[in-house]
T-cell receptor, first 115, second 112 residues
Framework: AQTVTQSQPEMSVQEAETVTLSCTYDTSENNYYLFWYKQPPSRQMILVIRQEAYKQQNATENRFSVNFQKAAKSFSLKISDSQLGDTAMYFCAFMNAGNNRKLIWGLGTSLAVNP | SQTIHQWPATLVQPVGSPLSLECTVEGTSNPNLYWYRQAAGRGLQLLFYSVGIGQISSEVPQNLSASRPQDRQFILSSKKLLLSDSGFYLC???????????FGNGTRLTVT
């Protein structure tokens, strides 16, 4: 069965510093997609970044970037120059590109950015 | 641009009462629509998804049902709420099935 593991239930970082959130997944498939979603205190779920497994280049969106290690089945999220508005729950999610295209979610990492 | 509306934001209902949560999408046609539930301290659980009017797929057996009476309208219902139905319900849409998802603001349901 495909699983997504976020081993850090809670993390904190000082404003303007860099933080990395870890995510590992388990699959026997070769083609799939990976996502990071952010859920701030307002509870709205927001897509932060996505990565296609066939792309070797790590995805980047402004201050957010990923370190995608396909062989290690690792998909960590790096937040640079952390801002107070980055305080949120961060969810890693996996989706198989095949017929059974269901999103598998991690349990989330609660990130607090401290002033 | 596309927007998704979900209401109400919060709801407190007694056990045994009916439920109706509504979700509408604007700015796109024929979206894929989803209902998720997020229990406290847990990840997201997919409840239902729909690829078109009247087409509903259920992911888990439960006390809830979903309907899609119009292209951009998705409704989550229950005839009799249980305590275990309490949680945070999120509606979402996507252009392609499952990928990527755009979420509404959610409904906090408390069954008392």
């Amino acid at each position: 069965a495909q699983t997504v593991t976020q081993s850090q239930p809670e993390m904190s970082v000082q404003e303007a510093e860099t933080v990395t959130l870890s995510c590992t997944y388990d699959t026997s498939e070769n083609n799939y997609y990976l996502f990071w979603y952010k859920q701030p205190p307002s509870r709205q779920m927001i897509l932060v970044i996505r990565q296609e497994a066939y792309k070797q280049q790590n995805a980047t969106e402004n201050r957010f970037s990923v370190n995608f290690q396909k062989a290690a089945k690792s998909f960590s999220l790096k937040i640079s120059d952390s801002q107070l508005g980055d305080t949120a729950m961060y969810f890693c999610a996996f989706m198989n590109a095949g017929n059974n295209r269901k999103l598998i979610w991690g349990l989330g990492t609660s990130l607090a950015v401290n002033p | 641009s596309q927007t998704i509306h979900q209401w109400p934001a919060t709801l407190v209902q007694p056990v045994g009462s009916p439920l109706s949560l509504e979700c509408t999408v604007e700015g796109t046609s024929n979206p894929n629509l989803y209902w998720y539930r997020q229990a406290a301290g847990r990840g997201l659980q997919l409840l239902f998804y729909s690829v078109g009017i009247g087409q509903i797929s259920s992911e888990v057996p439960q006390n809830l049902s979903a309907s899609r009476p119009q292209d951009r309208q998705f409704i989550l219902s229950s005839k009799k709420l249980l305590l275990s139905d309490s949680g945070f319900y999120l509606c979402a849409w996507s252009r392609e099935i499952y990928l990527p998802l755009h979420f509404g603001n959610g409904t906090r349901l408390t069954v008392t």
